[in-house]
């Protein structure tokens, strides 16, 4: 479901809801609509595509021995819809930080496992919401007191 078709979704709910209700779904579609507008220049195909290539690079590489039958990526829609999902913004994350993210996920030794793409971006995991890919952008510039980069993941 896209933003535009939640926002139409929240309005058939206006005349269900008492006045505080409206409000609050005014300030929920105010939101949407921001984040909507930051997003509207970016081209999510292009960077799910960039985000699938570089998977299948590591996985070419030998990176994933342990479990050479799965299916590490999705169809650049389900990845480009996956990125445009509400639960995430990444309006604020250029398409460079993203890839840049991916790509030192890919490279940290594997310790016990790795996300496939998809889940790497976020994951509903009972009813708390994952997401590999915003811990990293988070945590880009993060040191250690010694002065060495931080796995965020498994640290």
């Not at 300030?27 to 699938?52: C, G, P, T």
């Not at 990845?79 to 940290?108: C, F, G, H, M, W």
């Not at 998809?118 to 890919?133: G, R, T």
């Amino acid at each position: 479901m896209t933003k535009k078709e939640i926002i139409g979704q929240l309005s058939l709910l206006r005349p269900y809801v008492e006045e505080e209700g409206i409000q609050y779904l005014d300030n929920i579609q105010e939101w949407i609509m921001s984040i909507v507008e930051k997003d509207s220049s970016r081209d999510f195909d292009k960077l799910a595509e960039q985000m699938i290539q570089v998977y299948h690079e590591a996985g070419c590489k030998g990176k994933y021995p342990y479990a050479p039958n799965t299916h590490w990526t999705c169809s650049v829609q389900i990845i480009s819809n996956r990125l445009q999902s509400p639960r995430i913004n990444l309006a604020s994350y250029s398409d460079e930080q993203i890839i840049e993210a991916t790509k030192k996920y890919i490279d940290v030794p594997i310790k016990d496992y790795k996300r496939t793409l998809l889940y790497f971006i976020w994951k509903n995991d009972n009813n708390e919401l994952k997401s590999d890919l915003l811990t990293y952008l988070d945590n880009n510039d993060s040191d250690d007191t010694n002065g060495s980069k931080v796995n965020w993941l498994y640290e």
